[in-house]
């Protein structure tokens, strides 16, 4: 028993000896392997710490080798396709300055561009018919009219010649009227100022009885009534609404006095409107003589001149709500000052631009006249305020016609001191030089150029070109895709019945100030249909279509004019009218505000 103990006890000592040297080899075998997987390990990191090298290497000396190395010839597709864009964008650039290349000279046109053939058959006639009764006898004795005028020069222009025919149509005595010195150009200057006032009341005495000056009224300084009528008044409401105040009150100022007459009167008082804007107003002598001398010095330079009002001041951009692309500058600028019309709604630059009634640019205008067939040698006289962009918006018109000038060019600072303070004035010489122009080109529809359109017209119809901006908008914008051959056709043909000629306009159709065809008459000589060549008879009828055309630009007498778009001054109130009669001043007629854009 004892024996057997024995045994079980040596037999679990060796078991135990036996598990512990396999326990030992297990631990052996397990270290040897985690030596092992570290050798290795350890060689390929190294494996490939050497190819990465190599490649290394290898990238750098194909990036060597395609740097100093000449270019192989191109065969894959993208290399093709990227050279032949490359070449096909020099050959746009190349054709740019090749197609559209502005020639120095305006060509051979074949035609005169200094007049107009049809011309010597149509003059200016504005003698009174029998039956127009004269001032002698129509005049009641106790009647006196008196009128305000609002605007700039050839606005207030404007309400001077319809102011003798009010008086006319009251049958009252005129007093010379009163020159708007409070609006936008603060010119102080008065009537006697800036016109001959003797001329002009001796001039219309047959038509008007015209006095320098309210009578007193029982030896004391007399006070007119106030009041204001609505625009485009004809006579029947004149003496409605004006007559029984006068026949009260005997003395009437009428405010603001601009376009307060209808477009449309009989022939007898349309001819009187004609006596009195080309005949009876007159400059001043200082203003004639300084006129006279811009004009002689034009003539010393030049045969011919062209007479440019350029019109691109920040005020007629700013209203016309147009974008010349000068970014977020141009906008806030335009902006700012667009917001002094309280009227005005947000604009659409390219909806306004489409109807042609954006102002074309400095340079628009030069390529419209090389077109026309007026070469680089042409001298230009250009009347204008501060250009929008200064100098940098000027260059591109120098650069096509660089016998450039304006009054401060070709008159001394002393020459111009007389005159340099006051606005009208300094209008009235730019108003003298374009109307002796040979060629006179407006780049807008505002009252200088409808004045000048008109009196240019009455006398002998010397071309007078106005910018077909509602074509050539597009024109413009497409003159790198045609060659400069096709351009100048183009514009030649939109331009027709925009250049001055007789019978452009219809009869009645837009301001009687810039068609007066009641004052224009036709000679015995005029050439008839039969007598015109295929392309005359041609023209003719593209005559007829542009002046339906120009129609649609034309204020009708219904449509709200530019002028009647009020300003809003700094005080931001309306002014206040005395001695309103509130029998005769109804809610269309409220009060207006002073207004900014007018010429």
Same mark, same amino acid.
């Given at each position: 028993?004892?024996?057997?103990?024995?045994?079980?006890?040596?037999?679990?000592?060796?078991?135990?000896?036996?598990?512990?040297?396999?326990?030992?080899?297990?631990?052996?075998?397990?270290?040897?392997?985690?030596?092992?997987?570290?050798?290795?390990?350890?060689?390929?990191?190294?494996?490939?710490?050497?190819? !990465?090298?190599?490649?290394?290497? *290898?990238?750098?000396?194909?990036?060597?080798?395609?740097?100093?190395?000449?270019?192989?010839?191109?065969?894959? #597709?993208?290399?093709?396709?990227?050279?032949?864009?490359?070449?096909?964008?020099? @050959?746009?650039?190349? %054709?740019?300055?090749?197609?559209?290349?502005?020639?120095?000279?305006?060509?051979?046109?074949?035609?005169?561009?200094?007049?107009? !053939?049809?011309? =010597?058959?149509?003059?200016?006639?504005?003698?009174?018919?029998? =039956?127009?009764?004269?001032?002698?006898?129509?005049?009641?004795?106790? /009647? #006196?009219?008196?009128?305000?005028?609002?605007?700039?020069?050839?606005?207030?222009?404007?309400?001077?010649?319809?102011?003798?025919?009010?008086?006319?149509?009251?049958?009252?005595?005129?007093?010379?009227?009163?020159?708007?010195?409070?609006?936008?150009?603060?010119?102080?200057?008065?009537?006697?100022?800036?016109?001959?006032?003797?001329?002009?009341?001796?001039?219309?005495?047959?038509?008007?009885?015209?006095?320098?000056?309210?009578?007193?009224?029982?030896?004391?300084?007399?006070?007119?009534?106030?009041?204001?009528?609505?625009?485009?008044?004809?006579?029947?409401?004149?003496?409605?609404?004006?007559?029984?105040?006068?026949? =009260?009150?005997?003395?009437?100022?009428?405010?603001?006095?601009?376009?307060?007459?209808?477009?449309?009167?009989?022939?007898?008082?349309?001819?009187?409107?004609?006596?009195?804007? #080309?005949?009876? *107003?007159?400059?001043?002598?200082?203003?004639?003589?300084?006129?006279?001398?811009?004009?002689?010095? &034009?003539?010393?330079?030049?045969?011919?001149?062209?007479?440019?009002?350029?019109?691109?001041?920040?005020?007629?951009?700013?209203?016309?709500?147009?974008? +010349?692309?000068?970014?977020?500058?141009? /906008?806030?600028?335009?902006? @700012?000052?667009?917001? $002094?019309?309280?009227?005005?709604?947000? !604009? %659409?630059?390219?909806?306004?631009?489409?109807?042609?009634?954006?102002?074309?640019?400095?340079?628009?205008?030069?390529?419209? *006249?090389?077109?026309?067939?007026?070469?680089?040698?042409?001298?230009?006289?250009?009347?204008?305020?501060?250009?929008?962009?200064?100098?940098?918006?000027?260059?591109?018109?120098?650069?096509?016609?660089?016998?450039?000038?304006?009054?401060?060019?070709?008159?001394?600072?002393?020459?111009?001191?007389?005159?340099?303070?006051?606005?009208?004035?300094?209008?009235?010489?730019? +108003?003298?030089?374009?109307?002796?122009?040979?060629?006179?080109?407006? %780049?807008?529809?505002?009252? &200088?150029?409808?004045?000048?359109?008109? $009196?240019?017209?009455?006398?002998?119809?010397?071309?007078?070109?106005?910018?077909?901006?509602?074509?050539? #908008?597009?024109?413009?914008?497409?003159?790198?895709?045609? !060659?400069?051959?096709?351009?100048?056709?183009?514009?030649?043909?939109?331009?027709?019945?925009?250049?001055?000629?007789?019978?452009?306009?219809?009869?009645?159709?837009?301001?009687?100030?810039?068609?007066?065809?009641?004052?224009?008459?036709?000679?015995?000589?005029?050439?008839?249909?039969?007598?015109?060549?295929?392309?005359?008879?041609?023209?003719?009828?593209?005559?007829?279509? @542009?002046?339906? &055309?120009?129609?649609?630009?034309?204020?009708?007498?219904?449509?709200?004019?530019?002028?009647?778009?009020?300003?809003?001054?700094? @005080?931001?109130?309306?002014?206040? *009218?005395?001695?309103?009669?509130?029998?005769?001043?109804?809610?269309?007629?409220?009060?207006?505000?002073?207004?900014?854009?007018?010429?």
């Amino acid at each position: 028993m004892l024996k057997n103990l024995k045994q079980f006890i040596f037999s679990l000592k060796m078991r135990r000896k036996k598990r512990e040297r396999n326990n030992l080899l297990l631990h052996g075998s397990n270290d040897f392997c985690i030596g092992l997987n570290l050798i290795l390990w350890r060689k390929r990191h190294r494996v490939f710490s050497f190819i !990465s090298a190599l490649s290394g290497c *290898l990238l750098l000396l194909l990036f060597a080798f395609s740097v100093f190395s000449p270019p192989p010839t191109a065969t894959n #597709y993208f290399l093709v396709h990227h050279s032949s864009m490359v070449k096909e964008r020099e @050959a746009v650039e190349s %054709n740019f300055d090749t197609v559209f290349q502005v020639p120095a000279s305006g060509g051979n046109l074949g035609r005169d561009l200094w007049s107009s !053939s049809q011309s =010597k058959f149509y003059y200016g006639c504005s003698n009174a018919s029998k =039956k127009f009764q004269t001032a002698d006898v129509k005049t009641h004795p106790n /009647r #006196y009219l008196l009128i305000a005028t609002s605007g700039g020069l050839n606005q207030q222009r404007t309400g001077i010649v319809d102011a003798v025919v009010a008086a006319y149509i009251l049958n009252a005595t005129l007093v010379i009227p009163r020159l708007d010195q409070q609006s936008y150009w603060k010119d102080s200057s008065g009537f006697a100022e800036i016109f001959n006032v003797d001329w002009f009341i001796s001039s219309l005495s047959r038509d008007v009885e015209i006095i320098k000056e309210l009578p007193p009224k029982g030896g004391k300084a007399w006070i007119p009534r106030s009041m204001r009528i609505p625009r485009k008044c004809n006579p029947k409401c004149y003496k409605t609404r004006v007559l029984p105040v006068l026949n =009260k009150q005997h003395a009437v100022e009428l405010t603001k006095f601009d376009y307060r007459l209808s477009n449309r009167l009989e022939t007898d008082l349309q001819k009187l409107r004609c006596r009195v804007n #080309y005949h009876a *107003l007159s400059f001043t002598d200082p203003i004639l003589e300084m006129g006279k001398l811009l004009v002689e010095r &034009m003539r010393i330079k030049t045969k011919h001149f062209i007479a440019l009002h350029l019109r691109f001041e920040p005020d007629m951009l700013a209203f016309s709500g147009c974008y +010349y692309g000068g970014g977020e500058k141009e /906008r806030a600028e335009l902006g @700012a000052i667009r917001k $002094r019309w309280k009227t005005l709604h947000a !604009s %659409n630059p390219e909806k306004v631009r489409r109807h042609g009634r954006c102002p074309l640019t400095p340079e628009e205008i030069g390529l419209m *006249l090389r077109a026309l067939g007026f070469g680089s040698d042409v001298h230009v006289y250009v009347a204008s305020g501060e250009v929008y962009g200064g100098e940098e918006t000027l260059a591109p018109l120098k650069a096509l016609f660089p016998n450039f000038h304006s009054k401060e060019t070709i008159a001394t600072k002393e020459e111009l001191a007389a005159f340099s303070s006051f606005s009208g004035r300094m209008a009235a010489l730019d +108003y003298i030089v374009c109307d002796e122009g040979d060629v006179f080109v407006t %780049n807008n529809n505002g009252n &200088m150029a409808r004045m000048l359109t008109g $009196r240019r017209r009455y006398f002998g119809h010397k071309p007078t070109i106005r910018p077909n901006a509602k074509k050539l #908008y597009k024109l413009f914008l497409d003159r790198y895709n045609i !060659s400069w051959e096709e351009f100048a056709s183009k514009v030649r043909t939109y331009q027709i019945g925009f250049m001055g000629e007789p019978k452009e306009v219809k009869p009645g159709r837009g301001e009687f100030h810039e068609n007066p065809d009641s004052c224009i008459c036709q000679s015995n000589g005029v050439e008839t249909i039969q007598n015109q060549t295929p392309e005359e008879h041609e023209n003719d009828y593209n005559r007829k279509d @542009a002046a339906e &055309m120009s129609d649609e630009q034309q204020p009708i007498e219904e449509d709200p004019d530019w002028t009647d778009i009020d300003y809003l001054d700094n @005080a931001g109130g309306f002014k206040e *009218l005395p001695n309103l009669d509130s029998s005769v001043l109804t809610k269309q007629e409220q009060p207006e505000m002073e207004e900014f854009f007018s010429d």
